[in-house]
């Protein structure tokens, strides 16, 4: 008896936001926010399939991409300010700013 055949990369099963916030390490309330940077797009960073987002291989590298120049923007003179915050609140770059603390906390017990 022959073994089955992979499906094909084309094939994969897209993945919901619990899903996709799980691979990019994010909360799902976090990933919510991210996706509402004026640099993220439909079609490009996540598929709609009515109101609901759905996120490919492809899309996740994309969001990925988005949420590491953020992040690099936000280092160096400008720690805790992003160019993609709008309006009075800075609430996201708290969040940016404790995810930074956070992984320097973890890279730094890793020496």
């Not at 897209?14 to 993220?40: C, M, N, T, W």
């Not at 949420?67 to 770059?93: E, W």
Request: glycine share 8%; proline share 5%.
């Amino acid at each position: 008896m022959a073994k089955p055949k992979a499906a094909p990369d084309w094939a994969t099963p897209p993945l919901d936001i619990h899903q996709a916030a799980e691979a990019l390490g994010f909360s799902r309330a976090s990933l919510d926010y991210a996706l509402k940077d004026p640099a993220v797009q439909a079609g490009v960073h996540f598929e709609l399939r009515g109101n609901r987002k759905v996120f490919y291989r492809e899309n996740i590298m994309e969001v990925r991409k988005v949420l590491t120049q953020c992040a690099s923007k936000s280092n160096g003179s400008m720690v805790g300010h992003t160019s993609t915050v709008t309006g009075p609140t800075a609430r996201g770059t708290d969040a940016l700013s404790k995810l930074k603390t956070l992984a320097a906390q973890k890279n730094f017990g890793r020496k």
